[in-house]
T-cell receptor
């Protein structure tokens, strides 16, 4: 069946460091891919998305590119801030209207 | 614009009981999905409703059922509760039935089964 596998955490970085959180997926057809974020004490919210191969989603300095050849959707940010501390979830929506989330990666950014 | 709301916030039930959780979609949204999130895990998709019809289902047994009402509010019903049903239950609404659409999540209902 379809699934999402993302890099296990927790991840701890210093402010202004480069961030990569790996995400790979298994799906038939052409899913849409998402990164959701959960800040401390808040609900899940969309960070970015890409709906077809080679699309790049971006928001708040974060980017991820939909790579069909490697079935990946890695999240990157060039310079993290303390305010980026959160749990990040990679997710897919398949053409059967089913949704799959990864297990989440906890990021802590220290000043 | 009102966001997605869920009730109750917390709930404690005993094994074998039945529970109903409620969700009010964001204004203008006609699609709602329900998820189960165990502690330290990602959300697991239960099902999705579009215009009062179930439109997609994850790997959950039939004792998990739902309803969507004409005003697009929604219920999740769980019968014969088991200890493993203890989790955070999230609902999410979107403005149309499309896998490209953004889902807006509610704060969740924390269910504890004793």
């Amino acid at each position: 069946g379809d699934s999402v596998t993302q890099m296990e955490g927790p991840v701890t970085l210093s402010e202004e460091a480069f961030l990569t959180i790996n995400c790979t997926y298994t799906a038939t057809g052409y899913p849409s891919l998402f990164w959701y974020v959960q800040y401390p004490g808040e609900g899940l919210q969309l960070l970015l998305k890409a709906t077809k191969a080679d699309d790049k989603g971006s928001n708040k300095g974060f980017e991820a590119t939909y790579r069909k050849e490697t079935t990946s959707f890695h999240l990157e940010k060039g310079s993290v801030q303390v305010s980026d501390s959160a749990v990040y979830f990679c997710a897919l929506a398949n053409t059967g209207n089913q949704f799959y989330f990864g297990t989440g990666t906890s990021l802590t950014v220290i000043p | 614009e009102t966001g997605v709301t869920q009730s109750p916030t917390h709930l404690i039930k005993t094994r074998g009981q039945q529970v109903t959780l409620r969700c009010s979609s964001q204004s203008g949204h006609n699609t709602v999905s329900w998820y189960q999130q165990a502690l330290g895990q990602g959300p697991q998709f239960i099902f999705q409703y579009y215009r009062e019809e179930e439109n997609g289902r994850g790997n959950f047994p039939p004792r998990f059922s739902g309803l969507q009402f004409p005003n697009y509010s929604s219920e999740l019903n769980v019968n014969a509760l088991e200890l493993d049903d203890s989790a955070l239950y999230l609902c999410a609404s979107s403005s149309r039935l499309s896998i490209t659409d953004t889902q807006y999540f509610g704060p969740g209902t924390r269910l504890t089964v004793l």
